[in-house]
T-cell receptor, first 115, second 114 residues
């Protein structure tokens, strides 16, 4: 089956610093990757859609300058939380779709805690 | 635009009892529907999906769901609950075969009592 690997699984950072989260499709090429944010006991909210080789498309209300997304290759997308603040603490999950296949494969998520 | 509504944020059943998790969707075009399970601090695992083929879809771990267009529903069922089924379940919808993200419901936490 298709595997999406997310790294790190958890990270603690100081307020004001930046954190990079990686999302890799290990055994398939993902032309499109998605980044979600999940608050405790809540559903997944789409942050942005990342297409290889082009700028990400952000959902309304998501600050593109704060959440930098790069999709430099068909197997790697990164999310950088810049100048992190405690309110950015959340569970971030990426997913990737394999071409025209309707199934989305999810990474294991990254728990970000900003102190 | 599409959306899903999951009725019941918490469902509690006894081990061995029927599991029924409800999902209703809204879509102006034929939808693709999914059920995912999430264990604490983990990503999502696909249970099953409806992609306009058979309306009764069988998934992993004994789960199944039936697509009912007239009721705009895609309820998840399992005949006999197991303790290991305790988790958060999400219904999701998309209307695109590849490039559009999934829209998730609010989730239902399933508790299984011994």
């Amino acid at each position: 089956g298709a595997v999406v690997s997310q790294h790190p699984s958890w990270v603690i950072c100081k307020s004001g610093t930046s954190v990079k989260i990686e999302c890799r499709s290990l055994d398939f090429q993902a032309t499109t990757m998605f980044w979600y944010r999940q608050f405790p006991k809540q559903s997944l909210m789409l942050m942005a859609t990342s297409n290889e080789g082009s700028k990400a498309t952000y959902e309304q209300g998501v600050e593109k300058d704060k959440f930098l997304i790069n999709h430099a290759s068909l197997t790697l997308s990164t999310l950088t939380v810049t100048s992190a603040h405690p309110e950015d603490s959340s569970f971030y999950i990426c997913s990737a779709r394999r071409g025209l296949n309707t199934e989305a494969f999810f990474g294991q998520g990254t728990r970000l805690t900003v102190v | 635009a599409q959306s899903v509504t999951q009725l019941g944020s918490h469902v509690s059943v006894s081990e061995g009892a029927l599991v029924l998790l409800r999902c209703n969707y809204s879509s102006s075009v034929p939808p693709y529907l999914f059920w995912y399970v999430q264990y604490p601090n983990q990503g999502l695992q696909l249970l099953l999906k409806y992609t306009s083929a058979a309306t009764l879809v069988k998934g992993i771990n004994g789960f199944e769901a039936e697509f009912k267009k007239s009721e705009t529903s895609f309820h998840l069922t399992k005949p006999s609950a197991h303790m290991s089924d305790a988790a958060e379940y999400f219904c999701a919808v998309t209307t695109d075969t590849g490039r559009r993200a999934l829209t998730f419901g609010s989730g239902t936490r399933l508790q299984v009592q011994p």
